[in-house]
């Protein structure tokens, strides 16, 4: 049973292109299985979520960070009585539209755009790939997926506004988003924050000492554990520790936002669409846990002298293939240079860039920069 503000799928708008039912599975069930067949979500696999495979193959890359948060988010969405298949589509879909090497990329190909006065956003490439690179089907181009999907791509991170993305006026930019892609931006954070504590640990790049004493949370836990396996060796009290803050930022996601829901006195969809302010939340306390993990992660981890090298490695391969292709577009591959005649080549260049995996573009640069990098 859904909660009624749930998003059924019997009122979803539907397809761009009409379609027969499927004898086995809904509209949303359908959504998820073209993300999960897709080339893009295949190509995750390659693409560094925060460290590369020079550390270790144990650590997570975009794809297993995908599935990690498709885990989280069904669960929270079953427990709140929402659209389980919807979130779970959304969950899976949510970093199609990243480029290679992590942030570090994403930062560079924003950089080389913002000198053509454009910008890179991976929200907005994820809808392109989805609409139009995705090609699968004789009768239509992209995935055609439903409305609700092409939605919560878009909004389940961040607000657009409408008057400077007249193309996504059908996104109903005046409303807040279902609350099954209002939890993806959460689902996604907790999916992070402990998964990048656990890869930074693991890579000795954080030490127990230094996330007891900067994460009071952890902190906590981690005695509660230690009083209960005071023999056990300190990865399995590492683990067990942060299972606890899992489940304390996944717990308390389903209890306030229930609570919220609530309080709001919210009864149908709605209600969900025209509120204020996202119901999605985590509780005050929580919230300011969850900000003390990303802080922590930021200052020790992402932003450490042993991640900068591979971070400026990213940057220079990113920034050097955009301008050799802005200078060479007849090296673009055939696909590419016959959109850049309809489209602005920088947008080209940047699509082409953006859906590359961390090895295919390594290897284009060997091809076209001629520089040698250095071996880590
Ligand atoms: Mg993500």
Known sequence: MLAGYAVQVEHSRGRRFPEAPHPYRNDFQRDRDRVIHARAFRRLEDKTQVFTRRYSDHFRNRLTHTIEVAQITRTVAGALSLNVDLAEALALVHDLGHPPFGHAGEKALNAAMFEHGLSFDHNLHALRIVEDFEQRYAAFRGLNLTFEVREGIIKHSRDYEAAKHPELAEYLLDQKPPLEAQLIDLTDEIGYDT???????????????????GLPVFERFFREVEAAYP???????????????????AGDLITNTQARIEQAGIENLSDIRLHRERIAALSPAVETERKQIKNFLYENLYYSASLASEKEDAERIVSELFCF????????????????????????????????????????????????????
């Open 195 to 213: 998964a990048d504590l656990d890869d930074g640990y693991e890579a000795h790049l954080l030490t127990l000492e230094q996330i007891r004493t």
């Open 325 to 376: 292709w802005m200078q060479n577009p007849t090296e673009l591959p055939s696909y590419y240079r016959d959109k850049a005649q309809a489209e602005s080549p920088p947008r080209v260049v940047c699509d082409y860039i953006a859906g590359m995996t961390d090895h295919f573009i390594i290897k284009q640069y060997e091809k076209h920069c001629a520089a040698t990098l250095p071996k880590g």
């Open 231 to 249: 023999q056990a060796p300190e990865k399995l009290k590492f683990n067990e520790t942060l299972k606890r803050v899992f489940n304390r930022l």
